[in-house]
């Protein structure tokens, strides 16, 4: 019986670690073919923490006008060095390295027939986790150079691309997963990764948590926020929004202010805009009434909050899957999005909802204006139409079948001779 050892710096938060646990879920079911086992380092001790702390302090020695977050990787944590010394009829699925769970410099030691999932960018690229957008120098494609535009300081991006470049680029006994077609034509398209076997593995969604609440469910749920049956409510995730430029709260802002001004369809009293994921409280947005749900754990609690919304709006510039989008449509809940990255795989225009023009506040506005003044019917016949797209591409049955063909081949390009 072959183990498989799950490898994640979480499986308890962060939209990777997440999906990482997902992934690892769709084998409980087949215990009987494989041992399952994980290391994070959800419980790790303060010198671990140290290690971490040293990486990030140095990673701000780099200045440079990509808001987004970046790793240095420079420490591996132990009890993951420890599992590549046992490889035998052990296949190794690697998904969040970062926080320094796993070394550049020990790159090299991924055993050999590990599968190693890309959740974004930062294989591939230097030491920021999604290169940065509209900018089409594409240092990932082309190589990083030490001097460049906008970059002060000491420039991690040159020196980890090169690193990781060294460790990873001449390998042929990996197989790589990311969650979107998007996602598969950047990686192919670097120099790190495009001699690699890379497959598409999405992010499983439970179809049998995230479904439509009964029509009763919605009335209270509504009715707990003092919400009427004939407003329109509106849902966005605020997660990490302040701090990450790339999740478009700006944009969303812009587009509402546009709303307010624009909108002839519907009172502005009767559109309600509902948030989760920041601040729990009440405000007033733009003269739209803003209720924030806060922080939710229970993902049947999430379903519900997207099966009593009218839509939910995606504002992202960049996501390497979607998860919010998919969770949505799997609850019958049509989706506004931009035309951009992982979201081309889950928002169909007019199908299951409608694509802005990609980072438009003006497109986005118009976008949300469609989708107000549609009828209910038309409305409901996207959510259909979003959780039947659901469940043929993204639902835990299609998903485990890819994942168990993927691990099927790992397991032969363990057992391969090595040229």
């Known amino acids: ?3 498989v050892t799950t490898i994640s710096y979480s499986l308890e938060t962060g939209g990777a670690g997440i999906a990482a646990n997902n992934i690892k879920k769709l084998l409980d079911s087949n215990k009987a073919s494989f041992k399952i086992q994980s290391i994070t380092q959800d419980h790790a ?43 035998k009829d052990n296949i190794h699925h690697l998904h969040w390295l970062n ?26 690229c230097g030491s920021e986790h999604v290169y940065k957008v509209l900018d089409d120098s594409n240092d990932f494609i082309h190589g990083y150079r030490y001097f460049k535009k906008g970059v002060f300081g000491i420039n991690w991006n040159f020196y980890i691309w090169k690193i990781k470049y060294k460790k990873l680029a001449h390998r042929n006994d990996l197989i790589y997963t990311v969650p979107s077609n998007w996602m598969l034509e ?17 992010n499983p969604i439970d ?24 407003s329109f409510v509106i849902v966005f995730s605020a997660a990490n929004g302040n701090k990450n430029k790339l999740k478009g709260i700006d944009l969303l802002n812009t587009a ?68 919010v989008a ?36 003006d497109s986005l506005c118009e976008q949300l ?20 797209h659901i469940l043929e591409k993204f639902s835990y049955p299609i998903i485990k079948k890819m994942y168990i063909n993927i691990l099927q081949d790992a397991i032969t390009l363990k057992e391969s001779p090595r040229q």
């Open 186 to 202: 950047r990686a192919k398209s670097s120099s790190m990764l495009k001699k690699s076997d890379i497959r598409i593995l999405p």
């Open 207 to 230: 179809s049998e948590v995230f479904k439509p609440s009964s029509i009763n469910s919605i009335y209270s749920f509504r009715s707990s926020l003092n919400i009427d049956d004939d």
């Open 45 to 87: 001790g303060k010198l671990q923490f140290l290690k971490r702390l040293i990486s990030y302090g140095l990673s701000r020695f780099q200045f440079d006008d990509n808001p987004i977050k970046h790793s240095l990787n420079l420490f591996s944590y132990k009890p993951v060095l420890n599992s590549f010394k046992n490889t």
């Open 256 to 323: 509402l202010q546009l709303l307010q001004s624009k909108n002839p369809y519907t009172s502005i009293s009767k559109i309600v805009l509902i948030n989760f994921g920041g601040n729990k409280g009440e405000e007033k947005l733009y003269g739209f009434r803003n209720i924030s749900m806060g922080y939710i754990k229970d993902s049947r609690h999430i379903a519900e909050l997207y099966s009593s919304a009218d839509c939910v709006v995606i504002p992202s510039m960049v996501e390497s899957f979607g998860q």
């Open 99 to 124: 926080n320094d769970t796993l070394s550049i410099f020990d790159f090299n030691k991924i055993p050999p027939g590990s599968i190693v999932s890309l959740h974004d960018e930062w294989m591939y």
């Open 1 to 3: 019986m072959y183990k």
């Open 369 to 388: 204006l469609e989708i107000i003044k549609i009828s209910k019917k038309s409305r409901l016949r996207m959510g259909k139409n979003g959780r039947k």
């Open 326 to 361: 998919a969770e949505a449509l799997s609850c019958c809940t049509p989706v506004v999005s931009f035309y951009t990255s992982g979201l081309r795989d889950i928002v169909r225009h007019r199908y299951n909802g409608f694509i802005a023009e990609a980072f438009s506040p």
